[in-house]
Antibody, heavy 119, light 111 residues
Framework: QVLLVQSGAELKKPGASVKVSCKAS????????VHWVRQVPGQSLEWMGW????????KYSQKFQGRVTMIRDTSTTTVYMELRSLRPEDTSVYYC????????????WGQGSLVTVSS | DIVMTQSPLSLPVTVGEPASISCRSS???????????LSWYLQKPGKSPQLLIY???NRASGVPDRFSGSGSGTDFTLKISRVEAEDVGVYYC?????????FGPGTKVDI
């Protein structure tokens, strides 16, 4: 079955960086884009960007441009999202989600990774 | 950016009764291929979002047929024909027509 398993919770200080991993299994890894969406606890969902695991091409939301990098490792079928220059307002649950192009929607989601930014 | 709005933001429901959530987009979500790039997700308490409806009106695999979606280019509706206790959570609409993808604020459904 399709699984997206994310790395665990992180506590970071302002100005630091965080790298969240998302290991995919149960489907052809290079055939479907993986997106990142974050959610401040109690609030709505915010799209951050996506990566094409097939060729490594990325597209980021302008809001995060310059602060975010998404990469993939095809040997381990893992996607990574790094966010730099962290601020307290970056405290969120970060989700990876598999995009199914035929349905133009996210058909599977990771379990989420809580990143807390606090001094 | 396309702005998504939802109403109501909170919806008390009764088991066995119907329920309806509206979603509106600031621009048409109708693609040139004829499909409307609007999907619905349910986030149950403490869980990740799960896909309910894609391309405005198609149920995702395993989604009960009490859920249905409809809509025009900018106005969309999610209906639950008979609410069950397991349907509680926050419902989000999302547009995937153009980047950045954007979500509605969510509608909290509780019994």
């Amino acid at each position: 079955q399709v699984l997206l398993v994310q790395s665990g919770a992180e506590l970071k200080k302002p100005g630091a960086s965080v790298k969240v991993s998302c290991k995919a299994s149960g489907y052809p890894f290079t055939s479907h884009p993986v997106h990142w969406v974050r959610q401040v606890p109690g609030q709505s969902l915010e799209w951050m960007g996506w990566i094409n695991p097939g060729n490594g091409m990325t597209k980021y939301s302008q809001k995060f441009q310059g602060r975010v990098t998404m990469i993939r490792d095809t040997s381990t079928t893992t996607v990574y999202m790094e966010l730099r220059s962290l601020r307290p307002e970056d405290t969120s649950v970060y989700y990876c989600a598999k995009y199914y192009g035929v349905w133009e929607s996210f058909d599977f989601w990771g379990q989420g990774s809580l990143v807390t930014v606090s001094s | 950016d396309i702005v998504m709005t939802q109403s109501p933001l909170s919806l008390p429901v009764t088991v066995g009764e119907p329920a309806s959530i509206s979603c509106r987009s600031s621009q048409s979500l109708l693609h040139s291929n004829g499909f409307k790039y609007l999907s619905w997700y349910l986030q149950k308490p403490g869980k990740s979002p799960q896909l309910l409806i894609y391309l405005s009106s198609n149920r995702a695999s395993g989604v009960p047929d009490r859920f249905s979606g409809s809509g025009s280019g900018t106005d969309f509706t999610l209906k639950i024909s008979r609410v069950e206790a397991e349907d509680v959570g926050v419902y989000y609409c999302m547009q995937s027509l153009q980047s950045p993808f954007t979500f509605g604020p969510g509608t909290k459904v509780d019994i």
